[in-house]
């Protein structure tokens, strides 16, 4: 029997400034925030809601990354009902444990993971009912996941077979190679491709959906970001940025063409 897909469902920003992260996200995509108190002695943690629920967090960068020189970012949870044993089967298909399982109190149970060419990404096994997917276009939401890696055959066949993810079809795009699309359930799908030369180590980006991209980017400059690249039409028709926060953090927007 196939695999059912497990999607990227939470999404995470650690950052150096979380009172301007707050301030800058609110405004450029348009979430509500409110403080998680319901872990106790857990550091302070900014959950960012849309018009339909909560789509991700925001908090501090946590020390040990710090030390490490890692820089602010955006970081996915990958949905599991056993992060267990979804740990265990990454590492025996390569990928590697940055931090073995453990628990959040009345949150649910975690591990951060990479996989086999190195892009980090975190699995979370929630204490609460599994919710049902939201349309891939709400706004607020992540429209789009988007791996840049060193070998996008071998990681398609990794989150393929670890994840059920399922082939939608490649793009040869010349100089920049092939663009591998995928489906991770009925309303999440991405595209996987070789990095360029500019991004350091594979990574992954997250698109959130806005209601118009030039209000969009004039919103991220207006209040201290960078648009990296854009905006730019795509084949979904849809219109994206690329972008970069004022602490350094890399996102990228998503709009309907109007």
Known sequence: MPKSPQPFFWYELMTTDLDAAEAFYTAVVGWKAEPFDKAPGMPRYIVVNSAVRGVGGLMTMPEEPAKMGMPPAWVGYIYTKDVDASTQALKD?????????????GVGRFAVVADPQGAAFMFLQPNQPEQPPVPATTLGHVGWHELYTSDWKAAFDFYSSQFGWESAGEFD????????????????GGGIMNKPPQIPVPVWQFYFNVDAIDAAAKRVIDNGGKVIMGPMDVPSGQWIIQCQDPQGAHFALLAPVR
Do not use: L
């Not at 298909?93 to 931090?99: D, E, I």
């Not at 795009?173 to 999440?188: H, L, N, V």
């Open 173 to 188: 795009m010349g100089e920049m190679g092939i663009y591998k699309t995928f489906g991770a359930g009925p309303e999440s």
């Open 93 to 105: 298909a390569g990928g590697a444990v940055h931090r073995a399982p453990d628990d959040i109190p």
